[in-house]
């Protein structure tokens, strides 16, 4: 009988792999899980209860906040808030970092960047949605934590997972040694260990880009398409593409079948629309780790510099053999 591993036991048993570890980075990620699981619950009966539709505000980006944006924004900063360990939340949600000065928080080392709810375009119609993060330690030795503890290049990382809230919830996360994935079992309330030492095929057959831009995109991204499409048995096109609006869904998807995913410069997302901090570089760091390649079509997405906490970035992630083809084609036209 296969004995249930939950996410916190997980979370222990690795805690021996950090010397400095003292269970702080295992509450953090507990706390994370605990959010993720109220999210859950409100998008599982979303439509059901009042939690859909438009706040009618505008976040930092322009975008019109959904209540479940909100919603899932609340929850995280509250957990985060109550569990002590994090001194800054950076969100999509918020234009400022959100500094915790909570009597708990007093000593907290981390700052915890998040997209608390990717896909928003897909609530009111009841596709794939996730939530995203990374976690850093502060680099600052005394004092209050300040927004340059926020701006830290992906590779100084200490953690990233995401959320996503599909046919089932699922937890999948890196702390630097490996990917490991959780599924919720509802009737115990736990992320249970389902997908151990997740790694990305080498190859895949997936492509997944917003082909509607294809105009605007940049010609070695047009080239890549049609290389896409070509019939070539030996490499098993043409490829298959699948491209939901949601980022954590079609990543997870090609984490798990093998694919590549790309969100390129356009004429209205001149740097990328993707955003560096709580999207990119966490689901960078999150490729690298389960084997595969994570770059802006030519250099290497974690060694981004960070200038800004909303800066944005073009990306290609996925199966190490399509994004190199892909730079290949970028380069043939830099
Ligand atoms: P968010 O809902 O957090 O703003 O992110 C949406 C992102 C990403 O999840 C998705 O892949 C992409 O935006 C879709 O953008 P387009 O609709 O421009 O294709
Ligand atoms: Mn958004
Ligand atoms: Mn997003
Ligand atoms: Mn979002």
Do not use: W
Not at 35 to 51: F, H, P, Y
Not at 134 to 147: C, D, H, L, P, V
Not at 209 to 218: A, K, L, R, S
């Amino acid at each position: 009988m296969s004995v249930v591993k939950t996410l916190g036991q997980f979370i222990i048993e690795k805690q021996k792999d950090f010397p400095y570890a003292k269970g702080e980075l295992s509450r953090l990620l507990r706390d994370i899980g605990i959010a993720s699981k109220i999210v859950n619950r409100e998008v599982n009966k979303a439509g059901l209860v009042d939690i859909l539709g438009e706040i009618g505000t505008m976040n930092t980006h322009g975008e019109s906040q959904k209540k479940l944006d909100v919603f899932a924004n609340e929850q995280f900063i509250s957990a985060l808030t109550c569990g002590g360990e994090c001194c800054i939340v950076v969100s999509e949600e918020n234009d400022d970092p959100v500094y915790i000065e909570s009597e708990i928080s007093q000593n907290a080392k981390y700052i915890v960047a998040i997209d608390p709810l990717d896909g928003s375009s897909n609530i009111d119609v009841n596709v794939g949605v996730g939530t995203i993060f990374s976690i850093y330690r502060r680099k600052s030795i005394e004092g209050k934590a300040t927004i340059q503890d926020a701006l830290q290049r992906g590779v100084e990382q200490v953690a990233a997972g995401y959320v996503v809230y599909g046919s089932s919830a699922m937890l999948v996360y890196t702390t630097g040694k490996g990917v490991n994935g959780f599924t919720l079992d509802p009737s115990i309330g736990e992320f249970c260990l389902s997908h151990p030492d997740m790694t990305i095929p080498k190859d895949g057959t997936f492509y997944s880009i917003n082909e509607g831009y294809y105009v605007h995109f940049p010609d070695g991204v047009k080239k890549y398409i049609k290389y896409c499409q070509v019939m070539d048995k030996e490499t098993n096109r043409p490829y298959s593409s699948r491209y939901i609006g949601s980022m954590v869904a079609d990543l997870h998807r090609n984490i798990i079948k093998g694919g590549i995913f790309i969100y390129p410069t356009t004429a209205s997302a001149p740097r990328g629309k993707l955003r560096l901090v709580y999207e990119c570089n966490p689901m960078a760091f999150i490729i690298e780790q389960a084997g595969g390649r994570a770059t802006d079509g030519f250099e290497r997405i974690l060694e981004q510099e960070v200038t800004s906490l909303h800066q944005r970035s073009a990306i290609f992630l996925g199966s190490e053999n399509m994004v190199l083809k892909a730079e290949e084609m970028m380069r043939d036209f830099s």
